[in-house]
C-alpha cells in the first residue's frame, strides 16, 4: 500500500488500485503527480476532518436532546393529536430556539450572488441522476440532452388500450395526432391557423431583410409562416439542397424536426421522419445514493467513468449489446445563413457523500477519512483538468467506437458544480464551501470555480434554508427538494413523538406541502432562480408516463425550473411541461406576490398516524414496507446495484434508492417503539415477503434465491441482504439520522469477501 508523508509527518495511506488509477489515468497529461494530490488530501484531512467530527457530534448532540424533550413529554401524559398539532409544533419550535438548534426568525433581507453560469443553468428544464457505475446508463444519461418525443410518447403506458406491437400503424397515428395537438397549442401557430396536422412539405426561403424563414405548404396547396417568426432559429440542407431538417425553439428550448426526401412529412398520417426534443438540459452524475461504492475496486471503477464522461471518451454496452458513445454537437444553418453549434450532451453537475461517509481507501495517521474530502478533491482534480471538449480525433485505444465526438466541454465557463447531499445546517453549509476555498487554492484553481447545489432534504436544512444560503451566497446553483430523504429525516427527529402516518398518506401532510412550498418561496425570495435552479424531486414510478404526465406538471406550474427524472424517455415527455407553463413567468408572478413566508410551526407539523387502530390492515401494510426495502437490499447486498427498477408489491416498477430505504425503514421504527407493530410482525414479514421477491426475480438472469428451500427460509434473517433490513430499521431508532449506508455497506462488503 503506497504511503505518503505529509508535512505533519503523518503518514497518508492509499490502496493499491486507487493510487494506481489516480497516477496512471486522473493525472495523465496533467502537472499533478499523484503523491501531490494525495500529500493534497491529506492535509486537507488534517485541516477539515476535526471539524466533520464536531459537527457529526453535533448532529448527535442535538438529537439526543430532541429525543429527551419527547421521551419527557410523554412522560408526563402527553400525546400527540390533530387538535393539539399547531400548539404542539409551536412549543418545539420554541424548545429549539431554546437549545440553540434554531436562530429567532428574522426576515429574508440579502441577495444571491452567485454570477451568471453555464446557460444550461439559466434553462428551465428536465434533470436526471445518473449512477456512475453503470457506464451504460452513464452514456445514455450524457446523451439525454436530446430525445425523440416519438419514441418516448410510443413506449410508454399511454393509451394502453392501443398494443404497441399487434396495432403498431393505429399507435403510431395516435402518438403524430397527440404530438401535432401538443405543437399546435404549445409550440408554435401558423398563419390562417394552419395547424401541424395540415401540413404536407416544408422549404426555407429568404425574406425581404435577406434572413431565412420556415414555409410550410399544405396539403391544399397553401403556403403559410409561422406567426411568430423569432421560433424559427435554423435548419439543415441535404446533398441535393432540400431542406432535411428545421429547428424551433419555445421558451428557450429547442425542437428539431427531421423530414422525408423533399422537406414532406408522411402523407398517410403527417407523421415527420422523427422529432427531438431538447430534454434533460442537466443531468448529477452521482456517486451517492444511486451506487454501491463501498471500497477502493468501487471507487475506481467510478471515478474511471467519470473521467469518461467528462473527457468524452466512454463507451458502453447497452442491455441490448449496442454500442453506446457519448455524441457529437448538432450543427445547423441559422437564419443568417451562419453555421450555429447546439450542444448535444447534458451539462453534468457530480455528486459526493455527506458528512457522515466515513472509508478506508485512504487513511491518514492510520485512522479513515471522510469519503466526501476523497470525492470532492478527485472529481474536482478531473474536471478542471480534463473538460476540454474534443475535435473527433482518433481514440487512444481505437476499437470500434471510432472517433472522439466533436464536442465543447462540459462547462463553458470553467465550473465544477458539486452536489452536496444531507447537509443538516447553516453551519454544515459554510464548512463545505470552506473545504471547497481550500480545494482551489491547493489546485490552483480561481476562487468560486466550485459551486454547490443543497439538497434540501433534511429538516434541518428545511429550517435554516435562508441562513444556508447566505452561507454560500455567491456559490449556490440550485435547490432540491427530495420527499423521501426529507420525510425519513422528519420521522427520525420527530420518532419519540408519536405513531406516524401511513407511508402513502405522507406526501398530503401539512410538512410536506409547507416544505414544498416552501423551498421555491425562499428560493424566490433569495434569487435563487435567476442564476440557479429551483429543483423538485423525482418520479418514483419510473414507467408509469401517463400517471407523470397528468401530476409532474405541478413542478413548474408551481415555480419550479427543473425536475427530476429517472430515466431518458421520462425526461423528453417530462420537457414536454416546460413547453406548456412558462416558469419564468411563473416565478415573475411570484416575485410581484407577497411572499408566501411558511411558518416553522407548519414545518414541525408532526404526521401522526390517522388511524390510531389499523390492526384490519396491519398485516398488508407491514408486507408492503418490508417489500419495498427487501426488494431493494437484495440487489444492492448480493450484487452491487445502487439504484434499481424493482417490482413493488403491486407488481409495479418503481425506482428504488437509499432515500426508499430511509424511509421505510424509518417508519416501521417508529411503529414498533410505539406498540403499533412487534419484532415479531416485522420478522414474519421478512420471511413471507422473501419469498414474493424470488417469485418475482425468477425470469431474471443470475438471481440466486433468497428463500426456496428450507434451509434457507431458516437461516433467512441472517442472511446479509435481509440482515441489513433488519439493521436498518433497527437503525433509525438509535443513529442521529436513520441514514441506511451502515447496514447497507457492511453486508454488502461481507458478501463481495465471501465470494473471492
Not at 321 to 335: C, E, G, P, R, Y
Not at 341 to 351: D, E, F, P, W
Not at 396 to 422: D, H, L
Not at 598 to 617: A, H, Y
Request: hydrophobic share 40%; aromatic share 8%.
Amino acid at each position: 500500500m503506497p504511503q505518503i508523508r505529509v508535512a505533519s509527518g503523518n503518514a497518508v495511506k492509499v490502496q493499491d488500485a486507487l493510487y494506481e488509477f489516480v497516477r496512471d489515468e486522473a493525472l495523465k497529461g496533467t502537472r499533478w503527480t499523484v503523491d501531490e494530490v494525495f500529500g493534497i488530501l491529506g492535509e486537507l484531512v488534517e485541516k477539515f476532518g476535526p471539524r466533520n467530527q464536531e459537527l457529526l457530534a453535533t448532529r448527535a448532540a442535538y438529537q439526543a436532546k430532541i429525543d429527551a424533550y419527547y421521551q419527557e413529554k410523554r412522560g408526563k401524559g402527553w400525546r400527540p393529536t390533530p387538535e393539539s398539532a399547531d400548539e404542539d409544533a409551536g412549543d418545539f419550535e420554541r424548545f429549539l430556539v431554546d437549545i440553540g438548534y434554531l436562530k429567532p426568525y428574522k426576515p429574508i433581507d440579502f441577495q444571491m450572488t452567485t454570477p451568471q453560469l453555464d446557460p444550461e443553468m439559466e434553462q428551465n428544464g428536465p434533470e436526471l441522476v445518473t449512477p456512475v457505475n453503470n457506464a451504460s446508463m452513464a452514456v445514455g444519461g450524457t446523451n439525454a440532452r436530446w430525445g425523440s418525443l416519438y419514441d418516448a410518447y410510443f413506449l410508454s403506458d399511454l393509451h394502453p388500450e392501443i398494443d404497441r406491437d399487434s396495432q403498431r400503424p393505429a399507435r403510431l397515428r395516435m402518438v403524430v395526432e397527440e404530438i401535432n395537438a401538443f405543437l399546435d397549442e404549445h409550440v408554435a401557430s401558423w398563419e390562417g391557423n394552419v395547424r401541424f396536422g395540415n401540413i404536407a412539405s416544408y422549404s426555407v426561403v429568404k425574406n425581404t431583410q435577406g434572413k431565412h424563414d420556415i414555409l410550410c405548404h399544405t396539403s391544399d396547396g397553401k403556403e403559410v409562416r409561422l406567426q411568430d417568426p423569432s421560433k424559427f432559429i435554423g435548419f439543415n440542407l441535404n446533398e441535393e439542397q432540400e431542406l432535411s431538417e428545421f429547428f424551433l425553439v419555445d421558451n428557450g428550448l429547442r425542437i428539431q424536426f427531421l423530414l422525408y426526401e423533399g422537406g414532406k412529412v408522411k402523407p398517410e398520417n403527417g407523421q415527420f421522419k422523427d422529432l427531438f426534443v431538447e430534454s434533460a438540459i442537466t443531468n448529477i452524475i452521482d456517486f451517492e445514493d444511486s451506487v454501491t461504492v463501498v471500497d477502493a475496486e468501487d471507487m475506481v471503477m467510478a471515478m474511471r467513468n467519470y473521467l469518461g464522461l467528462i473527457r468524452g471518451d466512454l463507451v458502453a454496452r447497452g442491455s441490448r449489446n449496442n454500442l453506446k458513445t457519448i455524441n457529437s454537437d448538432k450543427t445547423l444553418t441559422d437564419v443568417d445563413g451562419n453555421e450555429r453549434i447546439l450542444k448535444a450532451t447534458s451539462l453534468m453537475s457530480v455528486r459526493n457523500v455527506s458528512l457522515h461517509m466515513y472509508t478506508d481507501m485512504v487513511t491518514v495517521d492510520g485512522r479513515d477519512i471522510p469519503e466526501r474530502f476523497l470525492g470532492v478533491l478527485l472529481t474536482t482534480l478531473i474536471a478542471t483538468a480534463h473538460d476540454k471538449g474534443s475535435n473527433g480525433e482518433e481514440r487512444e485505444a481505437g476499437g470500434e467506437a471510432g472517433p472522439m465526438p466533436i464536442r465543447g466541454p462540459n462547462s463553458s465557463k470553467g465550473y465544477v458544480y458539486q452536489v452536496t447531499p444531507k447537509l443538516q445546517t447553516a453551519g454544515e453549509v459554510a464548512e463545505q464551501i470552506g473545504f471547497f476555498e481550500a480545494i482551489e487554492e491547493r489546485l490552483g484553481l480561481a476562487k468560486g470555480t466550485i459551486l454547490i447545489g443543497i439538497m434540501n432534504e433534511e429538516l434541518g436544512m428545511t429550517l435554516q434554508l435562508a441562513e444556508a444560503l447566505r452561507a454560500a451566497q455567491s456559490r449556490v446553483f440550485f435547490i432540491n427538494t427530495g420527499f423521501l430523504d426529507r420525510t425519513g429525516s422528519q420521522i427520525r427527529v420527530q420518532m419519540q413523538a408519536g405513531p406516524v402516518n401511513l407511508r402513502d398518506d405522507l406526501t398530503q401532510e401539512t410538512y410536506n406541502s409547507s416544505y414544498e412550498l416552501h423551498n421555491v418561496d425562499v428560493g424566490i425570495q433569495t434569487g435563487v432562480h435567476k442564476h440557479g435552479k429551483i429543483g423538485k424531486g423525482m418520479q418514483v414510478r419510473n414507467r408509469a408516463m401517463a400517471e407523470m404526465l397528468q401530476k409532474k406538471i405541478d413542478h413548474p406550474r408551481l415555480g419550479g425550473n427543473t425536475a427530476w427524472v429517472p430515466a431518458p424517455y421520462p425526461s423528453d415527455l417530462h420537457s414536454m411541461h416546460y413547453h406548456m407553463i412558462d416558469v419564468d413567468q411563473v416565478q415573475r408572478v411570484m416575485e410581484d406576490s407577497p411572499a408566501l413566508n411558511i411558518s416553522r410551526k407548519s414545518l414541525l407539523t408532526f404526521p401522526l398516524l390517522k388511524r390510531p387502530d389499523i390492526q384490519d390492515v396491519k398485516e398488508n401494510l407491514i408486507q408492503r414496507y418490508v417489500h419495498s426495502m427487501v426488494a431493494y437490499a437484495e440487489p444492492w447486498v448480493n450484487h452491487g446495484i445502487g439504484c434499481s427498477g424493482v417490482l413493488n408489491f403491486d407488481q409495479i416498477e418503481e425506482m428504488k434508492d437509499r432515500a426508499t430505504e430511509r424511509i421505510d425503514g424509518a417508519i416501521l421504527a417508529n411503529w414498533r417503539l410505539h406498540n403499533v407493530v412487534s419484532q415479531a410482525d416485522i420478522e414474519s414479514a421478512v420471511k413471507k415477503v422473501a419469498e414474493i421477491v424470488d417469485e418475482q426475480n425468477a425470469g431474471v438472469q443470475g438471481y440466486v434465491p433468497i428463500a426456496d428451500t428450507q434451509q434457507k427460509r431458516d437461516q433467512l434473517l441472517s442472511t446479509p441482504a435481509i440482515a441489513s433490513v433488519l439493521e436498518v430499521i433497527d437503525e433509525a431508532l438509535t443513529s442521529p439520522s436513520a441514514y441506511v449506508e451502515s447496514a447497507l455497506f457492511k453486508n454488502h462488503r461481507a458478501v463481495k469477501a465471501a465470494a473471492v
